[in-house]
């Protein structure tokens, strides 16, 4: 064995090792929290507002699990003037499982989301609705 012998096979190791390593790469896609980040991002004060807002009502703001259904309760002061209630399920895991819905007011101010078609794993729920004139907001930890 002479040393450029030597040389030219150990860079040879080192080019497949980086081949190897750019192809495990590509089989892994990178996927950000939702396509349209950086317009959410430019909005991001307005969250903090609505969360600053939905932060009075952290008592009787509440998300409550049932076998099959998630249960949110509104206190009525809001549940009165509240209007464009949307809710957003963010799997932290895997974005083919997240959703998007839209509950109808009731008097009651109880909502009743069905998750038996949601698989298991951890969510964010995230709860945006607007009462009177101004926007709330709170998310919920879920796990299935």
């Known amino acids: 064995m002479h040393a450029g012998n030597l040389i030219l096979f150990g ?18 896609p990178s996927v950000m929290v939702s396509n349209n ?9 307005d969250l903090i ?6 932060q009075s009502f952290n008592d009787s703001l509440l ?3 049932n076998q099959g259904e998630v249960l949110f309760k ?4 809001l549940n009165g003037l509240m209007q464009n209630l949307k809710i ?3 799997n932290t895991s895997d974005d083919k499982k997240d ?22 794993g951890n969510y964010l729920l995230k709860l945006h609705f ?11 930890n879920y796990a299935s």
């Open 37 to 45: 980040y950086y317009e959410q991002e430019l909005k991001y004060q």
């Open 63 to 65: 998300l409550i699990k």
């Open 11 to 28: 860079f040879g190791i080192m080019v497949l090792f980086i081949a190897g390593l750019v192809y495990e790469c590509t089989q892994n």
């Open 130 to 140: 607007t009462s009177g004139a101004k926007n709330y907001y709170k998310e919920f």
């Open 74 to 77: 509104i206190p009525k002061e």
């Open 88 to 90: 957003e399920l963010y």
């Open 99 to 120: 959703k998007n819905f839209v509950l109808q007011k009731n008097e009651e101010g109880i909502y009743k989301v069905n998750t038996s078609t949601w698989g298991s």
């Open 49 to 54: 507002d609505a969360r600053a807002n939905a």
